[in-house]
């Protein structure tokens, strides 16, 4: 294993005390086409008490390098192709299935995307809740079924006597969601993963939920991994980001620092074409400027990427870009960048 400095150049910067290490991880899988490198090489620290952001388009490695952190992918077809997670020093890719449900939903739990496919729609929303303090904290049935309640109501669920005994489809989406959060919280873990928290709620909900998040993560000091695509929501919660394209880590900075001077051509694509409501008094529609987008689509990810893996897309891709991949570099203050020819628009 590379040490932590050569691996990672924000190492030993300020007072920094991961709780999670990845370290060159590589996930691939195998079907009748061949191996895609859904994640490939990709390193980066979580600290104690942070939320740290983990952003790019669909297809670019973010919930498999999540869901690989508690081995939740299949294998097969997945293979661990190469690298480390570590959990306070100790290899979660070494631990077999038995250490793991101590692990699951105990010290790291996740946030899924639909809560509505990751509920249990044949179980009470108070027993799915009650089931995960009876497994690890071993509490019983009835002292379980007070604290799902309780952390019913730290979500901010109404009447959560009665919303207990509800099944998940009787839950509107926001509410689902809040649902979640609580069966994610209840054991009080240290590492919270969550997975487009946010995604098909209405702005007013998506607002209340990271809110939430937000006061329950300073509550029980949990270490959050937000995983998005809204960069609005990363912008509001994340002390730092890490921006992925194609399974690979493309850059990361401190989140003040890359959204006002973002040095990747493809933070800079995906930051311009972000909506944005504020205009001129005045300006007519006609004037309004236009989203720019991205030309192009994610690779395919079959077999070895070669060059860069943006060069296809790139409007700043030279010879080399095409022929050579870029190493991570740190360009001062822990702005840590993939590219040849980054900065300026």
């Known amino acids: 294993m590379t040490s932590n400095a050569a691996r990672n150049p924000l190492a030993g ?57 508690l081995q939740l992918i299949p294998s097969p077809p997945s293979v661990i192709a190469g690298g480390s997670i570590c959990y306070n020093g100790a290899d979660l890719l070494q631990f077999d299935e038995k250490r793991m449900r101590k692990i699951r939903g105990n010290e790291i ?5 639909d809560p509505m496919t ?16 009876v497994l690890h904290r071993k509490l019983g049935r009835r002292a379980a079924r007070e604290l799902a309640v309780e952390m019913l109501h730290r979500v901010n669920i109404p009447e959560p006597e009665r919303r207990a005994d509800e099944y998940p489809h009787q839950f509107s989406g926001g509410m ?12 009080n873990p240290k590492v919270l993963i969550a997975d487009e928290p946010t995604t098909a709620l209405d702005v007013t909900i998506q607002a209340q939920i990271i809110e939430l998040m937000l006061d329950l993560k300073r509550e029980f000091d949990t270490s959050i991994i937000m995983i998005t695509h809204d960069l609005g929501v ?15 880590k493309v850059e990361e900075a401190a989140g003040g620092e890359l959204f006002a001077a973002p040095l990747h051509p493809y933070t800079q694509g995906l930051l311009s074409a972000t909506p944005r409501l504020e205009t001129a008094p005045g300006t007519r529609r006609a004037d309004r400027p236009r989203l720019v987008e991205i ?9 070895e990427l070669k060059g860069c893996c943006f060069a296809p897309r790139c409007h700043k891709a030279t010879a080399i870009c095409r022929e050579s991949a870029p190493t991570l570099e740190d360009r001062g203050n822990g702005h840590i960048v993939s590219c040849f020819n980054c900065g300026g628009a």
């Open 234 to 248: 990363v912008a509001e919660t994340c002390a730092r980001v890490v921006v992925m394209y194609a399974g690979r």
């Open 13 to 69: 910067i300020g007072s920094r005390d991961p709780i999670i290490q990845i370290d060159d991880l590589k996930v691939w899988f195998a079907n009748r086409d061949g191996i895609l490198r859904a994640v490939d090489g990709v390193s980066f620290d979580l600290q104690r008490g942070e939320t740290l952001g983990l952003v790019g388009e669909s297809g670019c490695g973010k919930s498999v390098t999540a869901m690989t952190m």
């Open 295 to 303: 030309p192009g689509m994610v690779p395919t990810l079959k077999g």
């Open 109 to 113: 739990s996740m946030i899924f995307q």
């Open 118 to 133: 990751s509920l249990n729609p044949v179980l009470t929303v108070g027993e799915q809740i009650a089931e995960t303090a």
């Open 176 to 187: 689902r969601q809040r649902a979640m959060i609580a069966a994610a919280l209840v054991c």
